[in-house]
DNA sequence: GCAGCGGAAAGCGTATACAATGAGTGGCAT
DNA sequence: ATGCCACTCATTGTATACGCTTTCCGCTGC
């Protein structure tokens, strides 16, 4: 593999690698910033994978100086976990932020339904109609990465139609770190949410039944949780007293 | 002025500045960080203040980088603005973002305020009628920096006690969010919270009666919103056409 | 043979230096 | 006299250099 680097206006093409010379040094960092979240999300870095700053420094063309910051954005969004001398890796929920998560999405993501409902247009319909064909397909095609990402995307793109950017902006970071949580306690095989529903719950937000929606995004919810095998701690501080008594 | 640092613990005493020395650089961090954040909760740094890296970095006695570090932490809180070539200013919160805030504080404060009822316990209710204490003192004594700090600090503790680590976080984030509306909308003279109000709120919690623990917390915050002015962005893009054809 | 210790290497934390950009000001031309 | 342009200053963005902590591996002693 010849090709070091990754997202596109790699540094070396301009010329000896000058430091500044880049135009668009932000949208650079928020490339990238998107690259390593999607790649959490998506399950191709797994929890626990440690995120060396020399690596990503590398893979990326820029110096760690910009990783670190990205890295902080992640860190305080709870996709990694920064331990103080050893540096970074992907965050491994434990069983309570698991839970502390679901109770969150269900308070906000149901709580948020009537607005929705309320406000729903015809295109954010059809957007949303879309994405969830295009999860099914996805889960149809085992593409199950694909899926995982339309899947937190469309939660997301939900909460936004309220109209209210904050609790949007938190919805959406609850669903990233439910995928990281069906990561760690999701079973293969089924994926937390049925694609059928998604479908459904729009069908009941065009209509205007906001209660409705809100019963049913309820039972979703409930049912993703419920799919989940939260074997408590499995290897975190193994209790030893409680394994060799026995 | 002689004294140019502020935190405890400044690098000068260590013999000449010696760049990694300090055995606790994280807590130095945090320490700083909570300067900032209760400087701009307290209002001692209003809405639109520019804070410029090189300042803060001679105040604290730490290089810019640690305060980039910083800075971006309290951008994502939303405390701060982060303007691409400009460096950063206090938030000044919009008219949308006040209503988007209450509107979330409503409904997440509201929704744990059962689970808060179940839980809470007679610790629990003595810090808290403590911190009601204090707070009606801090406001007797016209120490309104010291009032708006506990009455947010209130709000936060109380969000802890439901158990839900997620939640409460963000609604600390709310609660300091909260601090800035009030200083760009709240009228001079009469503070968001009645301290009242908190006493009476403990009371109906510890006699474990959610229900009505939510619907005073309810009538509360909306108490605190009505409070406010909110002269929809009276500088902010002005409407040209608006005001010279008329 | 195993445990404890010492050294070397790897990786993170911080500071500093340099480059680029934006704003403000003064001069020049019309 | 006024409007426009160029220059300079102030401030942020980025990279790199250096020190410190941690960890891993080999060695020595028991």
Redesign the interface.
Known sequence: MNQRQVVAGDKSSDGGGRPGKNGDG?ERHEAIYQSISDAIIEHRLKPGARLREDALAEVFGISRTGIR?IL??LA?EQLVTLT?RRGASVTRPTA??AK??F??RQ??EC??MPEVARRITAEDAQSLREMAVREREALRAGEQSAAIKLSAAFHGRLAWISG????AA?VER?CSRSSLILAVYGNAGHLGCESHDHDDLVGYLVSGNGERALAFMSRHLKAIEASLSIHAEEDEAPDLFEIFSG
């Open positions: 932000a910051k902080q954005r305080l103080p309570d932020e502390d998560v109770d969150a308070m906000v709580g948020l209210n950017a904050t609790l938190f609850l």
